[in-house]
């Protein structure tokens, strides 16, 4: 076909009429509906979504994006969408989706912790998340909403669902305390250790929470002590083991307690502050004591004398050294060891009583002036260790130096110390060296040759051998004796019958003698006199007869011829 040809037919074909039309087009219904409902969908999802919030973690360990989840009491209320780090690089930002109807829960004081897997001697706690993989715990918390939190690195030991108090105990070591350490009431546990820090002062201070009812036992005069110590002591009763309890041992603790005679008190404030000693016996001692302070100068070595060494009186613990110092007297040109001693006057006063008052100071003044004295007494010879004995001896030459004013003086006495017991022993030590050892040993030597000579000498062994053939005779002996025995049963028997009659018709004699003789006269003098040693003749009948029975072959050999069956 040519160009002219095609031409031509495009020319034959008419042109299209254009035609408006009027109204909607159904195709568009279509459309319409799929974007009211993705908008439907949007402002769906929209409005069932909770609140987006960030929690700041030191470490991430255990959080996945998109299966991380927030649970509250086990039930899971939002979901980690995101997770970087902070600015600095130091910390790990948690970006998460809160479920609707959370919001009441993001108040100021809400708590957010990663829950891990924790296996320890301690305690087992969340297995579970070894196969379903760590979560974020939540404690909702009140004030007003927010969006920003910063994680806790442990789980809180109290939450606003738990009620009792806090307190805070200041100690000077911290031993085996850490968060969560329990805290026990008379073996029952009450309470655990929140956490601690270091004081300005370098004590430490540690923050405890203990549970209702049991913070209502804790007042002012409560004591608090650490537990899990093991004490072996050697008295007269013989040497003791004491120990707590196999969980204290292990994990340590806390325990505390209240005296009887406080009852009646009112309840510590809540954050009150307490001191925790070291163990039981330094809290009983040491606790809500008024301590008056004296010093003491002793003219001797001092050592074995320590920071803390008892102070008794009358076997009494009535107090301990506080201080030991070293002073220079420039006017005698002499060095001083001043002694400073605390004393618990109101022990004090409870053991000696002055016209029945208990005051402390009126004690403490009718002793000094009773002649109070210091001495350094061994507390054990094993160890060296030297306490302070408080005696009552005016008559004795009181060594008082007068150089302090401020502390009043105790005076001292001379006593015997371990340096006294080694010199003592040294001397001993020397006679023994100074005794002729060598001749005492030759001479010890001599005389064990001689008795081995003797041992062993001819005549020795012919006696032997002569006591074995007496040994063999007396043996046959003993068997005839055995034989014969039976024979001479029969006529011991008879005899001891015809003896029994006899002594029955003696003392029917006595008795008509008896009802016929006057009681006063002569004659009646010498019958009682007769009739006592009849009586005896017949007990000792008595017993011949039952010996005869027991041993027949006495008849024939005598006494010394009875053989051992």
């Known amino acids: 076909m040519t160009e002219e040809e095609k031409q031509k037919l495009f020319d034959d074909i008419p042109d299209a009429l254009l035609e408006r039309r009027r109204g909607f087009s159904i195709i568009w219904v279509i459309p319409l509906i799929v974007v009211l409902m993705a908008g439907w969908l949007t402002v769906t999802t929209i409005s069932e979504y909770g609140p987006e919030i960030s929690i700041t973690f030191q470490n991430g360990d255990g959080l996945e994006v998109g299966k991380t989840r927030i649970r509250y009491k086990n039930i899971e209320v939002g979901i980690v969408e995101h997770v970087r780090f902070s600015d600095d690089k130091r910390e790990v930002i948690v970006e998460a989706r809160m479920d609707k109807g959370t919001k009441s829960f993001l108040g100021s004081g809400a708590k957010f912790w990663i829950v891990r897997p924790q296996i320890s001697l301690r305690e087992v ?33 109290s939450t606003a ?15 085996s305390i850490e968060a969560g350490t329990p805290v026990y009431f008379r073996g029952i546990h009450v309470g655990d250790v929140l956490s601690y820090k270091l004081a300005d002062d370098n004590s430490i201070l540690v923050h405890i929470f203990i549970s209702s009812p049991y913070h209502r036992k804790v007042d002012q005069n409560s004591y608090f002590w650490n537990v899990g110590e093991t004490k072996l002591t050697l008295s007269a009763d013989g040497l003791q083991l004491k120990t707590d309890s196999l969980e204290t041992l292990l994990y340590g603790g806390i325990a505390f307690d209240s005296p009887d005679s406080a009852d009646t008190s009112a309840p510590a404030d809540d954050g009150g502050l307490f001191i925790l000693y070291e163990n039981k016996d330094s809290a009983s001692r040491q606790r809500g004591t008024k301590k008056t302070s004296y010093v003491t100068y002793f003219d001797r070595s001092i050592r074995g004398l320590k920071i803390g060494a008892p102070v008794e009186f009358k076997g009494i613990r009535i107090g301990s ?7 220079i007297d420039s006017k005698e040109s002499t060095i001083l060891i001043p ?8 022990i004090v006063a409870n053991i000696v009583r002055v016209n029945g008052s208990t005051s402390p100071e009126v ?41 302090n004013e401020q502390y009043p003086e105790i005076p001292t006495l001379s006593s015997a110390t371990v340096d006294d017991v080694v010199s003592a022993i040294a001397a001993i030590l020397k006679k023994i060296q100074g005794l002729p050892i060598e001749d005492i040993g030759q001479e010890l030597l001599e005389t064990a040759q001689g008795t081995n000579r003797l041992v062993n000498s001819s005549e020795i062994q012919t006696v032997g051998s ?11 002996l003993s068997i005839r004796l055995r034989s014969n025995s039976k024979s001479m049963e029969s006529d011991v028997v008879k005899t001891s019958a ?11 004699t006595i008795k008509l003698m008896n009802n016929i003789l006057d009681p006063g006269s002569p004659v009646q003098y010498q019958l009682n006199e007769m009739t006592t040693e009849l009586t005896a003749a017949a007990r000792s009948m008595r017993d011949f007869i039952e010996y005869l029975e027991r041993n027949p072959q006495v008849l024939i050999h005598g006494q010394g011829g009875i053989a051992s069956p």
Request: proline share 4%; charged share 20%; glycine share 8%.
């Open 498 to 508: 015809m003896i029994r009659s006899v002594l029955q018709q003696t003392e029917t």
């Open 466 to 476: 002569s006591l074995q053939h007496t040994l063999a005779s007396l043996d046959e």
């Open 339 to 346: 002694v400073l001693v605390d004393i618990d006057a109101e």
């Open 161 to 175: 669902e738990t009620s009792g108090r806090k307190f805070v105990l200041r100690t000077a070591n911290l031993n």
């Open 363 to 403: 004690t403490m003044d009718f002793l000094m002036n009773s002649g109070l004295r210091a001495r350094l007494s061994v507390d054990s010879y094993l160890t060296g260790q030297l306490f302070i004995d408080m005696v009552l001896d005016p008559e004795s030459n009181a060594h008082v130096v007068g150089y």
């Open 321 to 327: 050294v506080a201080d030991i110092r070293m002073e």
């Open 125 to 157: 706690s969340a297995l579970g998340t070894l196969f379903s993989g760590s979560y974020i715990a939540l404690i909702p918390g009140d004030g007003s909403p927010q969006e920003e939190f910063a994680g806790l690195e442990q789980p809180p030991i």
